[in-house]
């Protein structure tokens, strides 16, 4: 007769990461290594710690047919080596180790930050954030650096010092470590805030311990336990079906059969029908070329609008509170999170969405501006949200000079700061608060005055999916970079029509010759926009050899004068006479200083040129890395 071959059962979390420690709890071998960054560690936590639910996990009973080779959760001691596991996780990995090397594991965490730098912290609950409803939870997950102290002004001044006891409790920041026995830390926390005066402290830390982490004791996790009668080929499809991923839940979906139920149609709003143009196809066709397919905001996501919408509304809802006489955290948040859009009520969308659709066209507008053509070329998405509630909150005001001159500098300094990179919602919400505010003569928002721009970050930048590498490519075509070969400034016209493109200065077979690393010539130093044909032209020579091509032409190109070429090249902030003689590193140089003055320009401020360190080691950083540290002098 046949039977189930799995089963489910809610388990205690401490059990599950006390499993892990013993290694009665483990991985196959052909599990991925852990690779969670710092966000999503912290995102994490602050599910467990609100009892929200993280999904099921799916193990693996041993001892039967299928005999993968077990190891260790990473960061368990040897004896979980050691030990014989009696289930392996098949689903759930990332979660359950980045859980155990926070809590349980009592050591600093090696992660990543968003900008994939290695680094070591340690995590904590900011507890009064944690206590303060209209605080989101993650931000109130805290992670410092491994000697527990948060420094800023490039390590000249300490903002948070938790490397005592004392300290932590002083600052009410709770450390993760000790989430499932804290009566060591509360002992010492009575004793440090002891007496009648400080009852209000220690009544804090009770009602964080009720609210907050006997939500850590008491968590259970869904596991389903295939048997260890399961085949190899059942456990081998299981494996790749949980593993493979699946569409989130979307909010969209979620609030279009809300307003469904007051006879609205959403989805119609968006995707159109025979009928009438959808909103979507009305993006898709904003700003768009004859012979592109897209325009600059089509990849704007219908989840994006109404983002852009929660902001105008959460920000009334805050107004009719100062209205009322409410202040503090009295005050609902400004947001356009996930919760925010489900919360949205239908007749706030149709109070904003025409406003919002015309700041998103709007924004297309100033992208060009920018000489932002292609969705390819768009340094941040998630900022194109911010900028276009910006512009439909200002209207068309943003059009006069001292008002775009503004919005231009906090664009330039979000792409450069690499700020909308993670942590986006918040980002977005303060910056539709702030931006307004600041071209009214308020003070600068924090996406202007937090951002400090490393000179050496220009040897780095060599992906082409990075935000600032583009922003280098889109800030030369818009200072006027003429084509070496036409002469053409890169408008919208010549962009398309000539198929324009990031290349080479000195070209790639050339320096391989020379023996220069990629991880030094694929620098954005060495890059600049030029024309597919005139890219042809250059060829894989050094480039004494194609500047010499161009002067003399051929019967598909006109010769073109030594000095007007000379002139083209200096539009690129290229030095002509350093690339006549081949003269690669001094041309790097060279060329990294002019640079820099482009992003200081851009910004509106200093870039940092010491020798200070940033926190962290490159992933994945190798000899060629090493190699471009030498060779290309700040």
């Given at each position: 007769m046949a039977g189930s071959t799995f089963k489910t059962n809610p388990i205690d979390l401490i059990e599950l990461l006390e499993d892990c420690h013993r290694g009665k709890l483990q991985l196959p071998d052909f599990q991925r290594s852990w690779v969670w960054d710092e966000d999503?560690?912290?995102?994490?936590?602050?599910?467990?710690?609100?009892?929200?639910?993280?999904?099921?996990?799916?193990?693996?009973?041993?001892?039967?047919e299928v005999n993968f080779k077990p190891r260790p959760v990473e960061g368990a001691p040897t004896e979980a080596t050691n030990a014989t596991p009696q289930s392996l996780l098949?689903?759930?990995?990332?979660?359950?180790?980045?859980?155990?090397?926070?809590?349980?594991r009592n050591k600093v965490v090696e992660t990543v930050t968003p900008k994939n730098k290695k680094v070591k912290r340690w995590f904590y609950i900011d507890i009064r954030k944690a206590l303060d409803p209209t605080v989101d939870r993650e931000?109130?997950?805290?992670?410092?650096p491994e000697d527990r102290i948060m420094r800023t002004d490039f390590g000249r001044e300490v903002i948070l010092d938790l490397s005592a006891p004392a300290n932590e409790y002083v600052a009410l920041m709770y450390p993760l470590t000790q989430v499932f026995d804290w009566d060591r830390w509360q002992d010492g926390f009575d004793q440090h805030w002891r007496g009648n005066e400080h009852e209000g402290m220690r009544d804090t830390f009770r009602a964080f311990k009720r609210q907050v982490?006997?939500?850590?004791?008491?968590?259970?996790?869904?596991v389903i336990s295939l048997d260890s009668a399961t085949s190899k080929e059942a456990v081998c499809v299981v494996f790749e079906k949980v593993n493979t991923g699946g569409k989130a839940l979307?909010?969209?979906?979620?609030?279009?059969?809300?307003?469904?139920?007051?006879?609205?149609?959403?989805?119609k709003d968006w995707y159109g029908d025979d009928e009438h143009k959808g909103r979507h196809r009305r993006f898709v066709d904003t700003m768009r070329p004859a012979d592109s397919e897209a325009g600059i905001i089509a990849n704007v996501s219908n989840t994006d609008f109404l983002q852009a919408i929660s902001l105008f509304y959460t920000r009334e809802r805050r107004r009719e509170a100062e209205r009322a006489g409410k202040?503090?955290?009295?005050?609902?948040?400004?947001?356009?999170?996930?919760?925010?859009?489900?919360?949205?009520?239908?007749?706030?969308?149709?109070?904003?969405?025409?406003?919002v659709e015309h700041g998103f066209m709007q924004a297309a507008k100033f992208l060009h501006m920018q000489h932002i053509y292609r969705i390819f070329d768009l340094p941040y998405q998630s900022q194109l949200v911010a900028l276009a509630a910006i512009i439909a909150d200002i209207g068309e005001a943003w059009e006069h000079e001292a008002n775009r001159a503004k919005l231009v500098r906090w664009y330039w300094n979000g792409v450069f700061g690499e700020l909308y990179g993670s942590a986006v919602e918040s980002r977005i919400a303060r910056d539709f608060m702030e931006v307004p505010r600041w071209l009214q003569g308020?003070?600068?928002p924090s996406t202007v005055s937090e951002v400090i721009f490393r000179a050496d970050r220009l040897k780095t930048m060599r992906m082409r999916l990075s935000a600032a590498y583009k922003g280098v490519n889109a800030l030369l075509m818009k200072v006027g970079a003429q084509d070496f070969r036409s002469g053409q400034k890169f408008d919208h016209t010549v962009f398309f029509g000539e198929?324009?493109?990031?290349?080479?200065?000195?070209?790639?077979?050339?320096?391989?010759?020379?023996?220069?690393?990629?991880?030094?010539?694929?620098?954005?130093?060495?890059?600049?926009?030029?024309?597919?044909?005139?890219?042809?032209?250059?060829?894989?020579?050094?480039?004494s050899e194609y500047l010499t091509k161009l002067e003399k032409g051929d019967k598909q190109t006109p010769a073109i004068e030594r000095n007007r070429l000379d002139e083209y090249l200096r539009t690129h902030l290229i030095d002509p006479a350093l690339l006549r003689s081949d003269a690669f590193e001094t041309f790097m140089g060279d060329r990294q200083k002019l640079l820099l003055e482009l992003i200081e320009q851009a910004t509106g401020k200093a870039a940092y040129t010491g020798d200070a360190s940033e926190e962290g080691v490159d992933v994945g950083g190798d000899a060629d890395t090493a190699e471009a540290e030498m060779v290309i002098k700040s």
């Amino acid at each position: 007769m046949a039977g189930s071959t799995f089963k489910t059962n809610p388990i205690d979390l401490i059990e599950l990461l006390e499993d892990c420690h013993r290694g009665k709890l483990q991985l196959p071998d052909f599990q991925r290594s852990w690779v969670w960054d710092e966000d999503r560690i912290k995102g994490l936590i602050a599910s467990i710690s609100r009892s929200f639910p993280v999904g099921a996990l799916m193990a693996l009973d041993t001892g039967g047919e299928v005999n993968f080779k077990p190891r260790p959760v990473e960061g368990a001691p040897t004896e979980a080596t050691n030990a014989t596991p009696q289930s392996l996780l098949l689903d759930g990995q990332q979660r359950m180790t980045s859980l155990y090397q926070v809590t349980l594991r009592n050591k600093v965490v090696e992660t990543v930050t968003p900008k994939n730098k290695k680094v070591k912290r340690w995590f904590y609950i900011d507890i009064r954030k944690a206590l303060d409803p209209t605080v989101d939870r993650e931000e109130a997950i805290v992670g410092v650096p491994e000697d527990r102290i948060m420094r800023t002004d490039f390590g000249r001044e300490v903002i948070l010092d938790l490397s005592a006891p004392a300290n932590e409790y002083v600052a009410l920041m709770y450390p993760l470590t000790q989430v499932f026995d804290w009566d060591r830390w509360q002992d010492g926390f009575d004793q440090h805030w002891r007496g009648n005066e400080h009852e209000g402290m220690r009544d804090t830390f009770r009602a964080f311990k009720r609210q907050v982490l006997e939500n850590f004791k008491s968590y259970r996790v869904p596991v389903i336990s295939l048997d260890s009668a399961t085949s190899k080929e059942a456990v081998c499809v299981v494996f790749e079906k949980v593993n493979t991923g699946g569409k989130a839940l979307d909010a969209f979906e979620l609030v279009t059969a809300m307003y469904a139920a007051e006879g609205h149609e959403l989805r119609k709003d968006w995707y159109g029908d025979d009928e009438h143009k959808g909103r979507h196809r009305r993006f898709v066709d904003t700003m768009r070329p004859a012979d592109s397919e897209a325009g600059i905001i089509a990849n704007v996501s219908n989840t994006d609008f109404l983002q852009a919408i929660s902001l105008f509304y959460t920000r009334e809802r805050r107004r009719e509170a100062e209205r009322a006489g409410k202040a503090g955290k009295e005050l609902p948040a400004v947001i356009g999170n996930r919760q925010a859009l489900l919360n949205l009520p239908l007749s706030a969308y149709k109070q904003y969405e025409k406003q919002v659709e015309h700041g998103f066209m709007q924004a297309a507008k100033f992208l060009h501006m920018q000489h932002i053509y292609r969705i390819f070329d768009l340094p941040y998405q998630s900022q194109l949200v911010a900028l276009a509630a910006i512009i439909a909150d200002i209207g068309e005001a943003w059009e006069h000079e001292a008002n775009r001159a503004k919005l231009v500098r906090w664009y330039w300094n979000g792409v450069f700061g690499e700020l909308y990179g993670s942590a986006v919602e918040s980002r977005i919400a303060r910056d539709f608060m702030e931006v307004p505010r600041w071209l009214q003569g308020g003070p600068e928002p924090s996406t202007v005055s937090e951002v400090i721009f490393r000179a050496d970050r220009l040897k780095t930048m060599r992906m082409r999916l990075s935000a600032a590498y583009k922003g280098v490519n889109a800030l030369l075509m818009k200072v006027g970079a003429q084509d070496f070969r036409s002469g053409q400034k890169f408008d919208h016209t010549v962009f398309f029509g000539e198929n324009v493109d990031i290349h080479h200065i000195f070209p790639q077979d050339w320096c391989k010759k020379q023996g220069i690393k990629p991880a030094i010539y694929d620098s954005i130093i060495n890059k600049t926009p030029l024309s597919f044909r005139t890219n042809r032209i250059i060829g894989g020579v050094a480039p004494s050899e194609y500047l010499t091509k161009l002067e003399k032409g051929d019967k598909q190109t006109p010769a073109i004068e030594r000095n007007r070429l000379d002139e083209y090249l200096r539009t690129h902030l290229i030095d002509p006479a350093l690339l006549r003689s081949d003269a690669f590193e001094t041309f790097m140089g060279d060329r990294q200083k002019l640079l820099l003055e482009l992003i200081e320009q851009a910004t509106g401020k200093a870039a940092y040129t010491g020798d200070a360190s940033e926190e962290g080691v490159d992933v994945g950083g190798d000899a060629d890395t090493a190699e471009a540290e030498m060779v290309i002098k700040s």
